[in-house]
Structure formats: structure tokens, C-alpha cells
């Protein structure tokens, strides 16, 4: 379960950043893009993850949200330019990097401006287990950035992009519950999904009661899945 006062969200980050960066490296082959390198951008994100470590370990003053922005914008730009050059493990590492770090800010009560690769790095994650304890991991660390997330994202202004993060990371927050089996998961993640989402919510409580038809679903699944489609149906 994501704790927030035992999880090391950092763990294993400059080591998964150190890799990805020399693949890019090696596959850019001193190729430009953009004025800043990635070294340098890397070099960066290693300065703020130290400051970082320095905050938990008190050695220097509290969070502000400045860092924790900064450093999710850096990873952001290294993950797509991992995607550009079709390295596919170095954008995975990155993205563990960006989950890392957006746990990181919400355990300091930060806000998480930059959602895209944390939601895939959360999805890759979520697509190659089976295991409910890490499912049941995975709830509460995507629970803790869906509170967190920045006031610009949460207002989600702009519903064109059916693929936007916010909505993804909703969907998937939800995916998740359910997969877990947990019912006490599953209303609390249909609640947020209709707080969060009301517009999509009757689709997907839709899909979502066809989905609980499977055998790997026992009747008090269905059961819960048919009483939100029918609350969301009705709405709309």
C-alpha cells in the first residue's frame, strides 16, 4: 500500500535516469535537438533530485512547488525525447522517474503540474501485473497524484483530447480499483471518477458493466458495477 510517510519515492531514480541517459545519448549519436542537450537536462534533474533529498533529510528549508515542477518539466522533456528517438526501455525508465518524483511532491503536499508520463509510467506499470498487492500499491499511489494534481489540470478546461492525462489517469485510476476486486476500492474510485469526469462517467460505468460480465468477476462485482451504471444512466 502507498504509505506516504515509508514510501522512497526516489529509490532507484538516478540509477533508471543514469541508464536512459546513455542510451539517448548513444542513439542521438550527437544529433541536436533543441538549445539544451540531454546532459545537461539530465544534470539538472539530478541538482533538484539532491535538493530533493536534502529537504527529507532537513538539511536545507521545506518544499516549494517550484521544484517539484521544474524537475517533473525536465523528466517530461527526456521521456519524449526518448519517444523521438524510438527508445522504448529508456522512456520507461523515465517514466518511472516521473512516477518517482510526482509521489515525491504529493507526500510534500506539492501540486503536479506535468501529468503525461507519470499516467504512462502508472499504466505500464498496472498493464504487466496481476498481483492484487501491487495492484492495491498502485490505487493509492495514483489516489495521492490524482489529490495532488495542479488546479490548471484538475479543471480539465479542455475536453477535446480524448487521450488527455487527466482523463487517462481517472480511467485507469478506476481500471485499477476494479481489478482489485476491492468494493470498498471500487466505490471510492467510481466516486472520484464521477466527481472528477461526469461527462464520461455513463460510458464508462457502460463498458464497465459489460466488462463485469466476464468469469473472472463474481456476482457482487456485477452487482456494484450495474448500481453505477444504473445512478449514471439515469443522470443522463
Same mark, same amino acid.
Not at 530533493?52 to 521545506?62: T, Y
Not at 471518477?193 to 455513463?202: F, I, M, T, V, Y
Given at each position: 500500500?502507498?504509505?506516504?510517510?515509508?514510501?522512497?519515492?526516489?529509490?532507484?531514480?538516478?540509477?533508471?535516469?543514469?541508464?536512459?541517459?546513455?542510451?539517448?545519448?548513444?542513439?542521438?549519436?550527437?544529433?541536436?535537438?533543441?538549445?539544451?542537450?540531454?546532459?545537461?537536462?539530465?544534470?539538472?534533474?539530478?541538482?533538484?533530485?539532491?535538493?530533493?533529498?536534502?529537504?527529507?533529510?532537513?538539511?536545507?528549508?521545506?518544499?516549494?512547488?517550484?521544484?517539484?515542477?521544474?524537475?517533473?518539466?525536465?523528466?517530461?522533456?527526456?521521456?519524449?525525447?526518448?519517444?523521438?528517438?524510438?527508445?522504448?526501455?529508456?522512456?520507461?525508465?523515465?517514466?518511472?522517474?516521473?512516477?518517482?518524483?510526482?509521489?515525491?511532491?504529493?507526500?510534500?503536499?506539492?501540486?503536479?503540474?506535468?501529468?503525461?508520463?507519470?499516467?504512462?509510467?502508472?499504466?505500464?506499470?498496472?498493464?504487466? +501485473?496481476?498481483?492484487?498487492?501491487?495492484?492495491?500499491?498502485?490505487?493509492?499511489?495514483?489516489?495521492?497524484?490524482?489529490?495532488?494534481?495542479?488546479?490548471?489540470?484538475? +479543471?480539465?478546461?479542455?475536453? +477535446?483530447?480524448?487521450?488527455?492525462?487527466?482523463?487517462?489517469?481517472?480511467?485507469?485510476?478506476?481500471?485499477?480499483?476494479?481489478?482489485?476486486?476491492?468494493?470498498?476500492?471500487?466505490?471510492?474510485?467510481?466516486?472520484?471518477?464521477?466527481?472528477?469526469?461526469?461527462?464520461?462517467?455513463?460510458?464508462?460505468?457502460?463498458?464497465?458493466?459489460?466488462?463485469?460480465?466476464?468469469?473472472?468477476?463474481?456476482?457482487?462485482?456485477?452487482?456494484?458495477?450495474?448500481?453505477?451504471? +444504473?445512478?449514471?444512466?439515469?443522470?443522463?
Amino acid at each position: 500500500m502507498y504509505d506516504p510517510d515509508d514510501m522512497n519515492e526516489l529509490q532507484d531514480v538516478e540509477q533508471l535516469l543514469d541508464g536512459a541517459i546513455e542510451a539517448i545519448e548513444k542513439s542521438r549519436a550527437g544529433r541536436v535537438f533543441g538549445e539544451i542537450g540531454p546532459m545537461q537536462l539530465a544534470d539538472a534533474l539530478r541538482a533538484l533530485i539532491q535538493q530533493f533529498e536534502e529537504i527529507d533529510a532537513k538539511v536545507i528549508p521545506a518544499y516549494n512547488n517550484g521544484l517539484g515542477e521544474q524537475a517533473l518539466t525536465l523528466a517530461a522533456e527526456l521521456a519524449a525525447l526518448a519517444e523521438h528517438l524510438e527508445l522504448p526501455e529508456a522512456q520507461a525508465d523515465l517514466e518511472k522517474v516521473s512516477v518517482g518524483i510526482a509521489l515525491w511532491v504529493a507526500r510534500h503536499e506539492g501540486e503536479i503540474s506535468e501529468l503525461e508520463f507519470v499516467v504512462n509510467g502508472f499504466a505500464a506499470s498496472a498493464n504487466i +501485473t496481476a498481483s492484487e498487492e501491487t495492484l492495491r500499491t498502485l490505487f493509492h499511489a495514483m489516489k495521492a497524484v490524482l489529490e495532488h494534481a495542479a488546479p490548471s489540470i484538475r +479543471t480539465d478546461s479542455d475536453q +477535446t483530447n480524448p487521450h488527455r492525462p487527466w482523463r487517462m489517469l481517472n480511467f485507469n485510476f478506476a481500471i485499477v480499483a476494479t481489478r482489485t476486486q476491492d468494493e470498498q476500492l471500487m466505490h471510492e474510485a467510481f466516486d472520484t471518477l464521477g466527481r472528477n469526469l461526469p461527462q464520461d462517467a455513463p460510458g464508462f460505468f457502460e463498458e464497465g458493466l459489460r466488462q463485469s460480465g466476464k468469469s473472472v468477476y463474481g456476482p457482487k462485482i456485477r452487482k456494484l458495477m450495474q448500481e453505477y451504471f +444504473t445512478r449514471w444512466a439515469v443522470r443522463h
